[in-house]
């Protein structure tokens, strides 16, 4: 079974109801509503399709809503686009004309940006592909020379090489997606741009004056958050590797060290970790990836990546099911390799919380006994993401009949969360109930061996106390 989780963004390509199911038999796990793009009413249609079509597979998908956060565009063209050419003079004007943008200037979206800069700053506009150099400020104008230049089209982002912008991360509209995002039900929300724990602090509380109580990923895409990762990754609930502005501010060849070193921190600090942004880039419009491609999904499932994530692939692209079919193969075959299987997470570490003693003994138990499953009865589904850091290749069955854990579950390494109602306070019975369900879905079989965690209190959480192993028979 594949381990890894696959996170596939809704777009245009995703609304017809018969590619959807398709996608849900290729194997998406998580789904992405990104709220850069289209209307509350899409977002709402489009998470109602999830549920639906999973419904109709009899099985779980996990909503995420990502908030577009404050991204420095520049305005817009007369004419929609324009041609800059090497060594040309152009000029950022936060005082122009929404629409007044030509061939010597335009205006830009956050009017502090000509305070942020200075003069030897580079600019990089469209994801990189045009760099400008500031050479002077005046009058709230950053006058620029081309050092390379391209067509330019409306609203194109805007970054600082190295980072350095003061704009918060949260906008008004994020606050209103995040109303959109509470009604919807949604999973997760994931914040773009945070520059520290502060920001993911911030959002959880308005989100919770929502009445929502969706898990937070941190959206790591400033150079400033790689600087505080580690009280970003404790203040959320995840992080996603989002490579293309974290790429831009820190450079090209700083990004794979840097995905490894977030990664490796995710899992030492017991988050669970996103791996995004152009992993499947070309399969946009063709029906295979390119070598390249196979090898950076590879990579970052051998790094211990929890998910990986399509954006405009399935969004916008022509062959949604097949892309994720695609990276579902490439997962399952780096997963084979033994390195993803051996861990020494936390083998020299002190243990706090019983339940958090119970999911390390539980793993090092089936890493050194011929154990086929792991299968953990748990409310908040804390158990089993503690299980999910060290590596393995057993498989983690979690037993909830919390429906809002089940669904963050989805995006856990290695578990598999199933809808179990508990009819009984018999510890006894319960734990056969338990074995029985999991022989019922043909994740487990006669004669294997199983390691069983569980709380003396049923329905308590954060109550697991007990590890038991057992045969899994008739009895």
């Given at each position: 079974?594949?381990?890894?989780?696959?996170?596939?963004?809704?777009?245009?390509?995703?609304?017809?109801?018969?590619?959807?199911?398709?996608?849900?038999?290729?194997?998406?796990?998580?789904?992405?509503?990104?709220?850069?793009?289209?209307?509350?009413?899409?977002?709402?249609?489009?998470?109602?399709?999830a549920?639906?079509?999973?419904?109709?597979?009899?099985?779980?998908?996990?909503?995420?809503?990502?908030?577009?956060?404050?991204k420095?565009?520049?305005?817009?063209?007369?004419?929609?686009?324009?041609?800059?050419?090497?060594?040309a003079t152009?000029?950022?004007?936060?005082?122009?004309?929404?629409?007044?943008?030509?061939e010597?200037c335009?205006?830009?979206d956050?009017?502090?940006?000509?305070?942020?800069?200075?003069?030897?700053?580079?600019?990089?506009?469209?994801?990189?592909?045009?760099?400008?150099?500031?050479?002077?400020?005046?009058?709230?104008?950053?006058?620029?020379?081309?050092?390379?230049?391209?067509?330019?089209?409306?609203n194109?982002?805007?970054?600082?090489?190295?980072g350095?912008?003061?704009?918060?991360?949260?906008?008004?509209?994020?606050?209103?997606?995040?109303?959109?995002?509470?009604?919807?039900?949604?999973?997760?929300?994931?914040?773009?741009?945070?520059?520290?724990?502060?920001?993911?602090?911030?959002?959880?509380?308005?989100?919770?004056?929502?009445?929502?109580?969706?898990?937070?990923?941190?959206?790591i895409?400033?150079?400033?958050?790689?600087d505080?990762?580690?009280?970003?990754?404790?203040?959320?609930?995840?992080?996603?590797?989002?490579?293309?502005?974290?790429?831009?501010?820190?450079?090209?060849?700083?990004?794979p060290?840097?995905?490894k070193h977030?990664?490796?921190?995710?899992?030492?600090?017991?988050?669970?970790?996103?791996?995004?942004?152009?992993?499947?880039?070309?399969?946009i419009?063709?029906?295979?990836?390119?070598?390249?491609?196979?090898?950076?999904?590879?990579?970052?499932?051998?790094?211990?990546?929890?998910?990986?994530?399509?954006?405009?692939e399935?969004?916008?692209?022509?062959?949604?099911?097949?892309?994720?079919?695609?990276?579902?193969?490439?997962?399952?075959?780096?997963?084979?390799?033994?390195?993803?299987?051996?861990?020494?997470?936390?083998?020299?570490?002190?243990?706090?919380?019983?339940?958090?003693?119970?999911?390390?003994?539980?793993?090092?138990?089936?890493?050194?006994?011929?154990?086929?499953?792991?299968?953990?009865?748990?409310?908040?589904?804390?158990?089993?993401?503690?299980?999910?850091?060290?590596?393995?290749?057993?498989?983690?069955?979690?037993?909830?009949?919390?429906?809002?854990?089940?669904?963050?579950?989805?995006?856990?390494?290695?578990?598999?969360?199933?809808?179990?109602?508990?009819?009984?306070?018999d510890?006894?019975?319960?734990?056969?109930l338990?074995?029985?369900?999991?022989?019922?879905?043909?994740?487990?079989?006669?004669?294997?061996?199983v390691?069983?965690?569980?709380g003396?209190?049923?329905?308590?959480?954060?109550?697991?106390?007990?590890?038991?192993?057992?045969?899994?028979?008739?009895?």
């Open positions: 079974m594949r381990r890894t989780k696959i996170i596939a963004t809704l777009g245009p390509s995703t609304d017809d109801p018969a590619i959807f199911q398709e996608m849900v038999t290729a194997g998406v796990d998580v789904v992405r509503l990104n709220f850069s793009h289209g209307s509350a009413e899409q977002h709402k249609r489009r998470a109602q399709l549920r639906a079509c999973a419904k109709a597979a009899n099985k779980e998908i996990a909503i995420m809503a990502d908030l577009q956060g404050p420095i565009r520049i305005a817009r063209f007369k004419n929609g686009k324009i041609e800059l050419k090497e060594n152009f000029i950022l004007d936060a005082n122009l004309a929404t629409d007044a943008g030509d010597h335009v205006g830009i956050y009017k502090n940006l000509p305070n942020d800069v200075h003069a030897g700053d580079m600019l990089l506009l469209d994801d990189g592909r045009l760099v400008l150099l500031a050479d002077k400020i005046e009058n709230n104008r950053i006058i620029c020379r081309v050092i390379v230049g391209g067509e330019l089209s409306n194109k982002g805007i970054n600082r090489q190295g350095g912008l003061t704009v918060k991360a949260l906008t008004e509209k994020d606050i209103a997606d995040m109303k959109t995002a509470a009604e919807i039900g949604v999973d997760y929300v994931a914040i773009s741009f945070p520059r520290s724990a502060d920001d993911m602090l911030e959002a959880r509380r308005l989100l919770q004056g929502f009445n929502c109580h969706a898990g937070l990923i941190a959206k895409e400033r150079i400033e958050a790689v505080e990762i580690d009280d970003i990754i404790r203040a959320s609930d995840a992080v996603m590797v989002a490579r293309g502005d974290l790429g831009v501010e820190i450079g090209d060849a700083e990004l060290a840097v995905q977030i990664i490796h921190r995710c899992r030492s600090l017991d988050k669970a970790v996103i791996t995004a942004t152009q992993m499947m880039e070309t399969m419009h063709n029906a295979i990836p390119t070598r390249a491609e196979v090898f950076d999904v590879a990579n970052a499932v051998i790094d211990g990546t929890d998910a990986v994530m399509l954006s405009a399935t969004a916008t692209g022509d062959h949604p099911a097949k892309v994720i079919a695609a990276m579902a193969r490439i997962c399952l075959g780096a997963e084979k390799q033994a390195i993803t299987q051996i861990s020494r997470h936390r083998v020299e570490c002190q243990f706090h919380r019983p339940d958090e003693l119970i999911a390390m003994s539980a793993m090092y138990a089936a890493n050194h006994f011929n154990i086929s499953a792991i299968i953990a009865l748990t409310e908040s589904g804390l158990t089993p993401l503690w299980m999910s850091r060290i590596r393995s290749g057993i498989p983690i069955y979690a037993l909830t009949r919390n429906l809002a854990s089940h669904r963050k579950m989805m995006l856990y390494r290695g578990v598999y969360p199933l809808y179990f109602t508990i009819e009984t306070s510890q006894h019975e319960l734990n056969k338990a074995i029985n369900e999991c022989l019922q879905h043909g994740v487990i079989k006669l004669g294997d061996w390691l069983l965690s569980f003396d209190q049923v329905g308590m959480h954060g109550g697991t106390n007990t590890l038991k192993v057992m045969p899994v028979t008739l009895k």
